[in-house]
């Protein structure tokens, strides 16, 4: 399903705007930063789904632009059909952000889409904002305008928040091979979660009003396949007419109603509070693949943007930050063999089966898997998770206040060399900093689940023994 939320500055405490949110996905998921590249004309990409996609499609290209931007993002290996690695979440150099969020479209829809349909998939579409949009506006009319030149490739309908500092917007693109999307911009005064993604009604006025974007073909579609009658005096419903007629799901109306009354106190909604509306067990689970949290504060230096990143869950995992101008991040949080689609069926040292060599190389092998370490943190914490469920909430806040503390530090110790034009210098120990607190809570989390693992082994011993006595036994 996923999950995304935008928190307009007016209810924050710092007064900068946030965007959070995690990916539903259940294989591997790793860290990586992006340089900026340059790109020669006539340099393509590979878009759209195999014919293993739910919805089956065909493998198109499109031009690369000449310049894309340095980004960090979060890749995944396997959706049905879509070529790996996908992503669906992060921050570029520019400030914009993204997060990709399922949204189902009406059951019509998805079965007038056609089999053979081509265009930019969702994760294709997400990168492709991160590489080359430098506003949010930039970014859905950038989505509009891929979708316009060469079709969308469907699961079945999806969404995006895309948000800079000084605006966000919801963007859904729905199932069908019609074009159709629709995009509606929120403010400083929003709190918006998607779970599924969903815009209500929007004026048709105009297809430019400032707060709304859409196809050309919205309306007119609509009224073709008489799910709307212009004669009615009826709004126009995005949600009811094209998506699933559900409005806001129960856990949108919950998590939005939980942030407005946090935001009616005096301090506002910290980032603590966004981090607890990432990670509290009502939304988030074994299904989180992993969580963000990005401040969307002006930035005097690209280097100084940055995103709070947990590897999985964040019900488990603490968010840490890593800041755009890091070099690289370490070995632990890059793609592994565990949970990644194929690698099963490859070897590691470069010997062949069927031309099946290992994506992942020895050197990275060697060290720990992030992932694998929080997966079975998150697992023990769940098999007797009323005992230690509370117990690591209870660390994982303390734990980032710490990190809370540290970060503000490491941000003016780097612009400081940034003003004094030391880049390289700044750029290590930006590095530095964010490969430390990484593999910091990397060992925190190992050190839990040795903790854990042995007490959970003592309470089903003693269960597992009590239950082979009678109670007369027992007393």
Not at 5 to 26: Q, R, S
Not at 236 to 251: A, E
Request: charged share 25%.
């Amino acid at each position: 399903m996923s999950y995304g939320i935008y928190i307009g500055k007016n209810h924050t405490a710092d007064g900068i705007a946030y965007l959070g949110g995690y990916g539903d996905e259940p294989s591997s998921h790793w860290l990586e930063v992006v340089e900026r590249k340059q790109h020669s004309e006539g340099t393509t990409i590979k878009v759209g789904v195999t014919a293993q996609a739910d919805l089956p499609g065909v493998i198109t290209e499109i031009p690369q632009a000449r310049e894309t931007a340095r980004h960090i993002r979060v890749n995944y290996s396997f959706y049905k059909g879509t070529p790996a690695p996908l992503t669906n979440g992060g921050l570029n150099e520019y400030g914009v952000a993204v997060r990709d969020i399922w949204s189902p479209s009406r059951p019509e829809l998805v079965a007038m889409t056609p089999r053979d349909q081509t265009g930019p998939s969702y994760s294709d579409l997400s990168r492709i904002v991160l590489e080359r949009a430098k506003s949010a506006v930039e970014g859905v009319k950038l989505m509009g305008d891929l979708i316009t030149r060469y079709g969308h490739t469907t699961y079945g309908g999806n969404s995006n928040i895309i948000a800079d500092s000084n605006e966000a917007w919801v963007i859904i693109q729905f199932a069908g091979g019609q074009g159709l999307w629709a995009a509606e911009r929120l403010g400083d005064n929003s709190i918006r979660a998607s779970r599924p993604g969903y815009i209500e009604e929007i004026p048709i006025e105009s297809q430019t009003c400032g707060d709304f974007l859409y196809s050309t073909n919205l309306v007119d579609f609509a009224i073709s396949q008489g799910w709307y009658d212009p004669t009615s005096g009826d709004k126009f419903n995005v949600n009811k007419i094209y998506g699933d007629g559900k409005g806001k799901w129960d856990g949108v109306s919950w998590i939005e109603g939980e942030l407005a009354s946090l935001s009616m106190r005096p301090r506002k909604i910290t980032v603590e509070d966004i981090f607890w509306a990432i990670r509290t067990e009502r939304l988030t689970g074994d299904t989180a693949g992993y969580g963000q949290v990005v401040p969307l504060g002006d930035a005097a230096h690209p280097e100084l943007r940055m995103l709070w990143h947990t590897h999985v869950g964040p019900v488990v995992s603490p968010f840490t930050p890593v800041f755009m101008g890091v070099r690289e991040v370490p070995p632990e949080f890059r793609m592994h063999r565990y949970l990644t689609d194929g690698e099963a069926e490859r070897f590691l040292d470069g010997r062949c089966f069927d031309s099946k060599v290992s994506l992942v190389s020895q050197q990275v092998e060697s060290t720990r898997s992030a992932t694998y370490v929080f997966k079975r943190l998150l697992n023990l914490v769940f098999r007797d998770s009323e005992v230690f469920l509370p117990e690591v909430s209870a660390f994982l806040t303390a734990y980032e206040r710490r990190l809370l503390e540290v970060s503000v530090d490491v941000s003016k110790t780097a612009r400081i060399l940034l003003h004094a034009g030391e880049l390289a210098l700044a750029e290590r120990y930006l590095t530095y900093v964010t490969n430390t607190e990484l593999i910091k809570a990397l060992d925190s989390a190992e050190q839990l689940a040795c903790a854990l693992d042995v007490r959970s082994r003592a309470i089903h011993a003693t269960c597992a023994r009590d239950s082979l006595l009678g109670p007369e036994q027992i007393w």
